[in-house]
């Protein structure tokens, strides 16, 4: 069985968000309210919506705002494409994307192992084969 490479980062680096800026917001004036570039690229949220909590077994309180929350998915690629894009300045350049729908979906509060809020289906499935 394969396992897991390291987790990474996903956040932007402060030279990434300086070149977002750039890209967005050339021209800047003192009467400008900062640009704000997200910490995440788009893309990197799931929202859980009260019927797929359920299905998760995510009931009673929920869990606090900032709490990490380790989860495990498997998805089904949807699209994977490359294309060859030409810039203004006449370089090329490949584009890659690959799009996934998550299709199972485990949960696990990292913060307090011990509060169970989000359901051991795991165990029940195993449970009810055995």
């Given at each position: 069985m394969a396992r897991f490479g390291a987790m990474t980062d996903m956040a932007r680096t402060p030279q990434e968000v300086?070149?977002?800026l750039a890209k967005n917001m050339p021209i800047?004036?003192?009467?400008?309210?900062?640009?704000?570039?997200?910490?995440?690229?788009?893309?990197l949220?799931?929202?859980?919506?009260?019927?797929t909590m359920d299905k998760l077994g995510i009931d009673g309180d929920l869990p606090e705002v900032g709490e990490m929350i380790h989860f495990c998915a498997m998805a089904r690629v949807t699209s994977?494409?490359?294309?060859?894009?030409?810039?203004?300045d006449?370089?090329?350049?490949?584009?890659c994307r690959?799009?996934?729908?998550?299709?199972?979906l485990g949960l696990e509060n990292?913060?307090?192992?011990?509060?169970?809020?989000?359901?051991?289906?795991?165990?029940?499935?195993?449970?009810?084969a055995a």
């Open positions: 300086k070149e977002e800047a004036s003192a009467d400008m309210p900062k640009p704000m570039v997200p910490t995440y690229p788009y893309g949220c799931i929202s859980l919506d009260e019927e994977a494409s490359m294309n060859e894009r030409e810039g203004a006449g370089t090329k350049e490949t584009c690959v799009e996934l729908q998550i299709t199972h990292e913060d307090e192992e011990s509060r169970n809020w989000y359901g051991d289906t795991m165990n029940a499935e195993k449970d009810e």
